[in-house]
């Protein structure tokens, strides 16, 4: 089945504890991204990957680092999370090469509480 | 400025009427992409129905349809025969094809509520 996996699904953690939600993909998507969602703002971008070892920030990537060292795989790491980082986290990928088109295909998203 | 504007925040509809939810977009570029996705209770986000600057005919995907209006740069998304299923959040969203980002500007969100 083509899917795009995120774990963990949940989180509870503490200012300043490190964390990482990773994120898999099994359709061989050369593009693959991060949002966060917040109520009354909709999803917005954190960071993206054109192709392997190419990543670029998006609209809101303070706080937050990425990395591409497979294809397959877009991990997001907050090196010191902070309160404001609580947010409802969606990885996402798409195909690279089809101009305007081409859905977004989303994981599950990832539910991150910061204490 | 927004990009994308949803002004609806909530809806309300019968179950078996039809309903629109509206979005309007703010470009400049000649070649974009208009989305719809559906976000129910469980919080995944599923692809509803796509748009291109470019179609001359507007897009439709079984009960869902898409109302573009080019001029008055609108994307309103029409569902038919609502089904208490439907109840969800849902957003509209813009890709703008000369950006090499491949990023979706999402709108607020419109909630919508399907009553029995």
């Known amino acids: 089945e083509a899917q795009v996996t995120q774990n963990p699904r949940y989180l509870i953690t503490v200012t300043g504890k490190k964390l990482t939600v990773t994120c898999s993909q099994n359709?061989?998507?050369?593009?693959m991204s991060w949002y966060r969602q917040d109520p009354g703002l909709g999803l917005r971008q954190i960071y993206y990957?054109?192709?392997?070892?190419?990543?670029d920030k998006g609209d809101v990537p303070e706080g937050y680092k990425v990395s591409r060292k497979e294809k397959r795989n877009f991990p997001l790491i907050l090196e010191s999370p902070s309160p404001n980082q609580t947010s409802l986290y969606f990885c996402?990928?798409?195909?690279?090469?089809?101009?305007?088109?081409?859905?977004?295909?989303f994981g599950e998203g990832s539910r991150l509480t910061v204490l | 400025a927004q990009k994308i504007t949803q002004t609806q925040p909530g809806m309300f509809v019968q179950e078996k009427e039809a309903v629109t939810l509206d979005c309007t977009y703010d470009?400049?570029?000649?070649?974009?992409?208009l989305f719809w996705y559906k976000q129910p209770s469980s919080g995944e986000m599923i692809f509803l129905i796509y748009?291109?600057?470019?179609?001359?005919q507007n897009a439709t995907e079984g009960r869902y349809s898409l109302n573009f209006q080019k001029a008055r740069k609108s994307a309103n998304l029409v569902i038919s025969a609502s089904q208490l299923g439907d109840s969800a959040m849902y957003f509209c969203?813009?890709?703008?094809?000369?950006?090499?980002?491949?990023?979706?500007?999402f709108g607020s969100g419109t909630r919508l509520q399907v009553q029995p």
């Open positions: 359709m061989n998507h050369e593009y």
């Open positions: 470009t400049s570029d000649p070649s974009y992409g």
């Open positions: 996402a990928s798409s195909p690279r090469d089809r101009g305007p088109a081409g859905e977004l295909f």
């Open positions: 748009q291109g600057s470019y179609d001359q």
């Open positions: 969203a813009m890709r703008e094809g000369g950006t090499g980002r491949r990023a979706l500007t």
């Open positions: 990957s054109m192709n392997v070892e190419v990543t």
